[in-house]
């Protein structure tokens, strides 16, 4: 959230630039290690656009970083999308890559056949408790969730090993 199609920073913690992003990111990074937590994982999410909007140099450094996330919304071809991570997977090659938010994109196994293959994804999501097939949601509709679902690839909760959270 510090440029995305040369926006400028959308948030506090990126107006004053990647210099002064970076010390921040580090300094926390750093407290809470000092702090004894040593459970979290450390998730920098890319805005870079297009290689002609790069945010590398608010990227905090691979020693400060677990995983790359890409927020995306608005792309109805599975082939943009794997462009897109292609592009984080030739800038960021030591980390693995989420689909930290998204909407109005193809289903995950179209991306995933594509070549997009994230390690978990996010949908935006205001159901407000309505699931039926009839609720039109903006980003990812029921059809979506099924489809995604249906996927080989993707897992879920129930099954991820059990003792996963000791």
Known sequence: ???????GAWFWWGVDGAETYVKLWRYMYDYFRQEGLNNLIW???????????????????????D??????????YASKIWDIFRLHSDLYPNKMLTLSENGGVPSMDKQWNAGA???????WYDYNNDLTENYAHQHADIAWWKASFADEATISLDELPKDLYR
Request: proline content about 6%; charged content about 15%; overall charge negative.
């Open 67 to 76: 995983i790359i996330g890409k927020d995306i919304y608005n792309i109805s």
């Open 117 to 123: 293959t994230w390690l978990w994804f996010m949908p």
């Open 43 to 65: 998730v920098w999410t890319s805005q870079t656009s297009c290689t002609e909007d790069m945010d590398t140099p608010f990227y905090p450094g691979d020693g400060y970083v």
């Open 1 to 7: 959230t510090y440029t995305q199609y040369h926006s």
